[in-house]
């Protein structure tokens, strides 16, 4: 069984950088797609924000975030990370690590309900 458990998350000011780090265990499928999701205050829907997958190391960005994200992966500790630069206020909320068995994620990767494995969030939250 593959369990996610996120770190990293904390008080911020505006234009600062955090580093969230999601350390994976139990994988049993031989590549998977990971993403960070954000759900912002007070939003039901979770915003699929960074992708990695781990069959080709290609990477994933949603518009809102792309040029200030980074997502990555220490494969030796079966680590996602997600740097994040130049912190705005939208970029508070709730960040999930979620995985998925599969190859091709760029057809994929942003979508929550393609993703059975979750860990229990890390909260942002950006201020000035």
């Known amino acids: 069984q593959v369990q996610l458990v996120e770190a990293g998350g904390e008080s911020v000011q505006t234009g600062g950088s955090l580093r969230l780090s999601c350390r994976a265990s139990?994988?049993?499928?031989?590549?998977?797609?990971t993403t960070w999701f954000r759900q912002a205050p007070g939003a039901t829907q979770r915003e699929g924000v960074a992708g990695f997958a781990t069959y080709t190391g290609d990477t994933y960005y949603s518009d809102s975030v792309k040029g200030r994200f980074i997502v990555s992966r220490d494969s030796t500790k079966n680590i996602l990370y997600l740097q994040m630069h130049n912190q705005t206020s939208d970029v508070t909320g709730m960040y999930y690590c979620a995985a998925g068995p599969g190859t091709r994620c760029a057809q994929w990767w942003s979508v929550r309900e393609n993703f059975r494995t979750w860990g229990q969030g890390t909260q942002v939250t950006v201020s000035s």
């Open positions: 139990g994988f049993t499928a031989s590549y998977y797609c």
